[in-house]
């Protein structure tokens, strides 16, 4: 398992079709039923900022970003490996 940062952008007029978005992600991860190998560890939403970092583990940085391309967000996003310093 690799732990991935995403970062996400997106336009004021996206906002609702985004947050619909993260809603269904969530609840995914809340029912257990994202991809085997894919674990949603938390999403932060940046008030006013039209933007959002969510915290991955999966199998790598290429499966990660295949499935946010099957997800489709109304998004601009970049996927970061990461090491956890604390």
């Known amino acids: ?31 257990g039923s994202l991809p085997k190998g894919f674990n949603l560890k938390s999403v932060a939403v940046l008030n006013g900022e039209n933007r959002a970092i969510c915290n991955w583990e999966a199998p790598d940085a290429n499966s990660l970003k295949d499935l946010i391309g099957k997800v489709n967000p109304p998004t601009k996003h970049r996927v970061f490996e990461a090491s956890r310093a604390f």
């Open 1 to 31: 398992m690799t732990e991935l940062i995403v970062e996400h952008e997106w336009k004021s007029k996206n906002a609702d079709s985004v947050m619909k978005v993260v809603g269904d992600i969530i609840g995914m991860q809340k029912g």
